[in-house]
């Protein structure tokens, strides 16, 4: 089972950018993607990237704000968040298996958190 560890999370005033990490323990061969949980709310998709295509989809709620991206060389998949707002105010986790909709597959890091300041 592939080991995955996300980074990058912290405190931020809206408007600002942060970017995240996710490092897999092996190369990934599916789509691997973005989700987050706010407090007393369900855990969101919010992007997914194909690993051995370009391939990506976003929420419409980060759609033209968050950038995903990957290394292959470095097993890492990137969120690039910019004109962050309140209520993207969150733990996100990275998950392999994603599916083209947005449906999560069955690996999971262990979070990062994301606190914006408005």
């Known amino acids: 089972q592939v080991q995955l560890v996300e980074s990058g999370g912290g405190l931020v005033q809206a408007g600002g950018s942060l970017r995240l990490s996710c490092e897999a323990s092996?190369?990934?061969?599916?789509?691997m993607g973005w989700f987050r949980q706010a407090p007393g709310k369900e855990r969101e998709f919010v992007a997914l990237?194909?690993?051995?295509?370009?391939?990506?989809y976003y929420a419409d709620s980060v759609k033209d704000r968050f950038t995903i991206s990957k290394d292959r060389t470095k097993n890492t998949v990137y969120l690039q968040m910019n004109s962050l707002k309140a209520e993207d105010t969150a733990v996100y986790h990275c998950n392999t298996g994603t599916t083209p909709t947005g449906v999560p597959g069955g690996n999971w890091g262990q979070g990062t958190q994301v606190t914006v300041s408005s």
């Open positions: 092996r190369r990934i061969f599916s789509n």
């Open positions: 990237i194909n690993w051995s295509g370009g391939f990506t």
